[in-house]
T-cell receptor, first 111, second 114 residues
Framework: EDKVVQSPLSLVVHEGDTVTLNCSYE??????LLWYKQEKKAPTFLFML????IEKKSGRLSSILDKKELSSILNITATQTGDSAIYLC???????????FGRGTSLIVHP | DTAVSQTPKYLVTQMGNDKSIKCEQN?????MYWYKQDSKKFLKIMFS???????INETVPNRFSPKSPDKAHLNLHINSLELGDSAVYFC?????????????FGSGTRLTVV
């Protein structure tokens, strides 16, 4: 059974801090790793990382895939209160196109 | 235009009732999904529907049944609702044929069974 584990489960920081969220996985025949941000409603897509695209960046957010360590990190620099959300990691693998989700990291950014 | 739309947004109903949640996507995606998110925010796949192929998570009770009248719609029907069915249900879609596993989610339906 595929496993996706995120850490930490929750994180409280102050505005301006830099945070690193972790996602590790045990899957058969890795295809891609996805990061989502969920605020009050639906998760919104952030990044997709594959063997051919192991690093992505968008503004203050960046993500790296380490296929050797079977993990990924999501970095957020100069955090803002608007970054407060649950960050979800999901991994697509094997013959299935259905990603397995981790349990998420809850990030709270205080002013 | 909303890319993936679900209705209703909120649903409060009594145990034993039968209810449906509708989902429509206008992205032209080839695959649609239903997820259940529990109180601890864990997203669990319930069904996926791709090119007339339905994949069912075997842990989902058979009181839940998806219905897809066409590629743009995947509705969720629930029979004999139970208290434990209370959760937020998300519909999502993706274009699997291009290798893009990134989902677009609907805004969710919060189901409360009393």
């Amino acid at each position: 059974e595929d496993k996706v584990v995120q850490s930490p489960l929750s994180l409280v920081v102050h505005e301006g801090d830099t945070v690193t969220l972790n996602c590790s996985y045990e899957v058969t025949n890795f295809r891609s790793l996805l990061w989502y941000k969920q605020e009050k409603k639906a998760p919104t897509f952030l990044f997709m990382l594959t063997s051919s695209g192991i690093e992505k960046k968008s503004g203050r957010l960046s993500s790296i895939l380490d296929k050797k360590e079977l993990s990924s990190i999501l970095n957020i620099t100069a955090t803002q209160t608007g970054d407060s959300a649950i960050y979800l990691c999901a991994v697509a693998s094997g013959g299935s196109y259905i990603p397995t989700f981790g349990r998420g990291t809850s990030l709270i950014v205080h002013p | 235009d909303t890319a993936v739309s679900q209705t209703p947004k909120y649903l409060v109903t009594q145990m034993g009732n039968d209810k449906s949640i509708k989902c429509e996507q206008n992205l032209g995606h080839d695959t649609m999904y239903w997820y259940k998110q529990d109180s601890k925010k864990f997203l669990k796949i319930m069904f996926s529907y791709n090119n007339k192929e339905l994949i069912i998570n075997e842990t989902v009770p058979n009181r839940f049944s998806p219905k897809s009248p066409d590629k743009a719609h995947l509705n969720l029907h629930i029979n004999s609702l139970e208290l434990g069915d209370s959760a937020v249900y998300f519909c999502a879609s993706s274009q699997v044929s291009t290798g893009n596993y990134g989902y677009t989610f609907g805004s969710g339906t919060r189901l409360t069974v009393v």
